[in-house]
């Protein structure tokens, strides 16, 4: 079955530290685009981190120099690597891939992994 699973998610304390990984089944991540979005309680999605096909990263302001997103195309796997996680980083975090080929976009969405950040 096509799809994206996210893990990597848990309860940190302030200040701490999780990597979440984004793995593809029945397909090859190489040519998509991956991002990674959050919804908190109450809120919109929001987009955090996306990284090309060819490893280019953008990042949103409130997770700059905090969060980097990765790839390792041998393991069909995405990574966000957070750090100085604070209590406003509570969310799900899902992972979305997305790629365009001879005029179709092909997208796929994970179910998302908590991440909670309290003492």
């Known amino acids: 079955q096509v799809q994206l699973v996210e893990s990597g998610g848990g309860l940190v304390q302030p200040g701490g530290s999780l990597r979440l990984s984004c793995v593809a089944h029945?397909?090859?991540?190489?040519?998509?685009?991956i991002a990674w979005f959050r919804q908190a309680p109450g809120k919109q999605r929001e987009l955090v981190a996306r990284?090309?096909?060819?490893?280019?990263?953008n990042y949103a302001d409130s997770v700059k120099g905090r969060f980097t997103s990765s790839r390792d195309n041998a393991k069909n796997t995405v990574y966000l690597q957070m750090s100085s996680l604070k209590p406003e980083d509570t969310a799900v975090y899902y992972c979305?891939?997305?790629?365009?080929?001879?005029?179709?976009?092909?997208?796929?969405w994970g179910q998302g992994t908590q991440v909670t950040v309290s003492s």
């Open positions: 979305n891939g997305e790629r365009r080929l001879f005029g179709k976009t092909y997208n796929y």
């Open positions: 990284i090309s096909s060819g490893g280019s990263t």
């Open positions: 029945d397909f090859t991540l190489d040519y998509y685009a």
